[in-house]
C-alpha cells in the first residue's frame, strides 16, 4: 500500500518559534510538494522539490522554506511562525510522466499562538 | 496564468444526482483530475480523464469533458451520504519538465442530506 506520511497530525506552536514539518514517501518519486489548505481558498502551493537538493517556489513561498535531502524525504521549515500561517499542509509525491496522480498525505493541522 | 474554478458548496438529497462543474484554463492539459477529500484526510485520485476524451464512465461517476469550453463535470449517480466531502478539479501545471505539480480549484464541499 503506497503512502505518504506527515510526521504529526495535530501541532501547537508560539509566535516567533522555528517549526518543522516532516514528509516521507515509500513510493520511490521523484517529486514531492508543500501545499497549504485553508477554508474557501483550497490548496495552494508553497514550494514543490522534484529531485534531491532540488526545490521550486510555488505560489506562497513567503515565510517557508524547505530541504529534501534524501528522496524521500520532504521537510517544509516555518523560520519564524506567525499566526497568519495557522492552516492545515498537506505533502504529496508523485512521480514523472504525463500522468500524475498525486499521493497526499494525512495533513498537519497547525496552530501558531 | 493557469486556474481552476469550481463552484464552493453543492448540497443534494441522498439518492438524486450531484454534478459538480469546473473550468480551467491551460488548453495544453493532457490529463484533468478529480480528486476527493473525505473529512480529516488528505486528498485521493477519484478519477480521471484524457483530453482526447469527452466522456469516461466508472460506476456512479461519470466525466465530462468539453475541450472547446474548457469545462469539466463529474456526475454522481444515486448520491449517498458517503459521498459527501470536499471534490477539487485539477490540471497539469505548466512548468515544463516532468514536474508534474497539479493546479488545484477552491474544491466543492457536497452536502448529502438523508
Known amino acids: 500500500d503506497v503512502k505518504v506520511t506527515q510526521s504529526s497530525r495535530y501541532l501547537v506552536k508560539r509566535t516567533g518559534e522555528k517549526v518543522f514539518l516532516e514528509c516521507v514517501q515509500d513510493?520511490?518519486?521523484?517529486?514531492m510538494f508543500w501545499y497549504r489548505q485553508d477554508p474557501g481558498l483550497g490548496l495552494r502551493l508553497i514550494y514543490f522539490?522534484?529531485?534531491?537538493?532540488?526545490?521550486e517556489k510555488g505560489d506562497i513561498p513567503e515565510g517557508y522554506s524547505v530541504s529534501r535531502e534524501k528522496k524521500e524525504r520532504f521537510s517544509l521549515i516555518l523560520e519564524s511562525a506567525s499566526t497568519n500561517q495557522t492552516s492545515m499542509y498537506l505533502c504529496a509525491s508523485s512521480s514523472g510522466g504525463a500522468f500524475t496522480e498525486a499521493f497526499f498525505g494525512q495533513g498537519t493541522r497547525l496552530t501558531v499562538v | 496564468g493557469e486556474d481552476v474554478e469550481q463552484s464552493l458548496f453543492l448540497s443534494v438529497r441522498e439518492g438524486d444526482s450531484s454534478v459538480i462543474n469546473c473550468t480551467y484554463t491551460?488548453?495544453?492539459?493532457?490529463?484533468l483530475y478529480w480528486y476527493k477529500q473525505e473529512p480529516g484526510a488528505g486528498l485521493q485520485l477519484l478519477t480521471y480523464i484524457f483530453s482526447n476524451m469527452d466522456m469516461k464512465q466508472d460506476q456512479r461517476l461519470t466525466v465530462l469533458l468539453n475541450k472547446k469550453d474548457k469545462h469539466l463535470s463529474l456526475r454522481i449517480a444515486d448520491t449517498q451520504t458517503g459521498d459527501s466531502a470536499i471534490y477539487f478539479c485539477?490540471?497539469?501545471?505548466?512548468?515544463?519538465?516532468?514536474?508534474?505539480?497539479?493546479?488545484f480549484g477552491k474544491g466543492t464541499k457536497l452536502s448529502v442530506k438523508p
Open positions: 522539490s522534484y529531485d534531491v537538493k532540488m526545490k
Open positions: 491551460d488548453s495544453s492539459s493532457t490529463y
Open positions: 513510493m520511490d518519486h521523484e517529486n
Open positions: 485539477a490540471e497539469r501545471g505548466g512548468n515544463g519538465g516532468s514536474q508534474g505539480n497539479l493546479i
